[in-house]
């Protein structure tokens, strides 16, 4: 039965988990995700370091699914949400819904912070004040054999920055370099 609400749950997020991120493997080819990736391609014209997608998460839409590429190759993936940008209540319930789906998947995460700036005054406060109030990032962070997976909730400027990044846990494997 567990085995079986795992399945449900994969198929319920309307993500296409691969072995690492989306459709792909650290290291695809760009050539090879823009054949495969089956989703609404939104990638500016002649743009050669990332390509985006429309996505659907959890029933959130107007995700914007994210490849990011070295050389032509993936070095990085992400989910951008533009939904609740500017209703601090919502954006928490969206970061929480996101966190239940993801740990449904991986499990507990391996962090969960609450960063806050050292001079707001009302630490113990409402959550989505701060938030509004630029005092609170949200933080979550899974681990996989190959992926890290950090959730953050940030205000910018008045506007509620909600994302999940997917990077290599070693990102040297990807293209034999010292780094990015």
């Given at each position: 039965m567990r085995v079986c609400g795992f399945f449900l749950l994969f198929?319920?997020?309307?993500?296409?988990?691969?072995?690492d991120f989306g459709v792909?493997?650290?290291g695809q080819s760009r050539q090879w995700i823009m054949e495969n990736e089956t989703n609404l391609d939104l990638t500016p014209p002649d743009e050669e370091n990332y390509l985006v997608y429309q996505a659907?998460?959890?029933g959130i839409q107007n995700v914007r699914l994210v490849y990011w590429f070295s050389d032509g190759l993936l070095i990085k993936g992400g989910f951008l949400f533009t939904n609740v940008r500017t209703d601090a209540i919502a954006a928490v319930n969206q970061f929480?819904?996101?966190a239940?789906?993801?740990?449904?998947?991986?499990?507990?995460?391996?962090?969960?912070?609450?960063?806050?700036q050292e001079d707001y005054p009302n630490?113990?406060?409402?959550?989505?004040?701060a938030l509004f109030d630029d005092g609170l990032i949200?933080?979550?962070?899974?681990?996989?054999?190959?992926?890290?997976?950090?959730?953050?909730?940030?205000?910018?400027e008045g506007k509620?920055?909600?994302?999940?990044?997917?990077?290599?846990?070693?990102?040297?494997?990807?293209?034999?370099?010292?780094?990015?």
């Open positions: 198929w319920m997020s309307g993500i296409a988990w691969a072995q792909a493997v650290w659907n998460i959890s929480d819904k996101i239940k789906t993801i740990t449904g998947i991986y499990g507990q995460p391996d962090e969960s912070n609450q960063l806050w630490k113990n406060g409402s959550i989505p004040i949200l933080q979550t962070v899974w681990h996989t054999s190959t992926t890290i997976i950090r959730q953050q909730l940030a205000n910018k509620f920055m909600h994302q999940l990044i997917y990077s290599p846990i070693n990102p040297n494997i990807l293209t034999g370099k010292e780094g990015f």
